[in-house]
């Protein structure tokens, strides 16, 4: 299996502050925008995962993906995009208490 993770965080006088959040399919905002697409956020053994409704009536080759936004997957982007390649961006002014990053 491939996993694909990026994070952000920030020192700032001695404290490290998240500049990145994972976009899971039960994260509230992403679960309502799916939703509001047409799709599901189902729980598949403590992994939320999105589907669509023929991924739920069993249709053989549905795809069901457990992060709420990636490239690829056809299968949930058309005909309603359900998994987004859109990416939430946060933009923070460095500070002089500032002291580091760290990015992986």
């Known amino acids: ?3 694909s993770w ?6 700032t006088i001695g404290t ?3 500049m990145s959040d994972d976009h899971k399919p039960n994260r509230p905002d992403e679960e ?3 939703k509001r697409a047409g799709g599901h956020v189902i729980d598949a053994g ?6 669509s409704s023929r991924g739920l009536a ?12 990636a490239f690829g997957d056809i299968g949930l982007k058309e005909p309603d995009p359900l998994v987004i390649s859109t990416p939430d961006v946060e933009v923070r002014r460095i500070l ?4 580091g990053m760290i990015l992986g």
């Not at 990026?6 to 020192?11: D, E, K, Q, R, T």
């Not at 002089?96 to 002291?99: Q, W």
Request: net charge positive; hydrophobic share 45%; charged share 20%.
């Open 58 to 69: 069993g249709v053989k080759g549905s795809t069901f993906l457990s992060v709420a936004r």
């Open 1 to 3: 299996m491939s996993r």
């Open 32 to 34: 309502r925008r799916i």
């Open 6 to 11: 990026c994070a952000g965080m920030i020192a």
């Open 46 to 51: 403590g992994v939320f995962r999105v589907a």
């Open 16 to 18: 490290a502050l998240p």
């Open 96 to 99: 002089p208490g500032d002291t």
